[in-house]
């Protein structure tokens, strides 16, 4: 079972940040935690707003923590996004991972590179800190005009957590590196332009019950 959050708008296709450039309306449903306190997706610098299909997301110096309100992680949990990253050189790094509701500027997850190297990390306030960086097969580098799509999810089971790029895992951690109140959320690093055309929450199927046998 999956629940989409998407928006609506028109999709921007240019790199200027949109902050600069239009009022920025934040996606209904959503939530965030920027990694300057303070800052809002209107102010000069970053943007976060409603684009059909989905909503699109600037940084320029810093990055933040996108999350929908509401959905602290219970049981087994899942998340897919596809997303589209838009020509640039900035080196900031994004994923899918989980926040902590009682510290949201506290972020655990795979990060994934322009270069296709990606990391199983923790970012506190902004601050990286990878186990290890390494290429990955299965994500997709920026084409000739410099885009790249990327299918990302996180599989959320009773004692692993596993990490997907186009259907195949990219890295994993045990679900006890949780916090006590996650809930699932967007990384979005610096120095990135970028359209996530899907976000669906995903519960999965509860196991088939074992067959009762007769006395």
Known sequence: MTRRAA????????LAPLALTAQVTPPPGWSWHHDVRGVSPDSAGWAFT????GFHLTTT???????????RIVGRRG??????????????????GVIDLDAPDSWVGVLVRRN??????????????????????????????????NLLRIAIGTDEV????????????PRT???NRPAIA???????????????????MAPVPAVKKTP
């Not at 928006?7 to 240019?14: D, E, K, Y």
């Not at 199983?120 to 994500?139: D, F, T």
């Open 186 to 204: 967007f990384r979005m690093g610096p120095a990135l332009n970028m359209h996530v055309t899907t976000f669906d929450m995903i519960t999965p």
């Open 162 to 173: 596993v990490f997907l790029a186009n259907g195949k895992s990219i890295g994993s951690m």
């Open 61 to 71: 110096t810093s990055g933040a923590n996108l999350f929908p309100t509401d959905q």
């Open 7 to 14: 928006c609506s708008a028109v999709l921007f296709l240019t």
């Open 116 to 149: 296709g190297s990606v990391a199983v990390a923790r970012v506190q306030r902004g601050m990286e800190q990878p186990a290890s960086w390494a290429p990955a097969e299965a994500v997709v580098k920026p084409d000739s005009n410099g885009y790249a799509t």
């Open 79 to 96: 998340a897919e996004a596809k997303v589209i990253l838009f020509p640039g050189t900035g080196g900031g790094a994004y994923g899918l």
């Open 177 to 179: 590196s949780l916090p």
């Open 50 to 53: 409603s684009m059909a299909p």
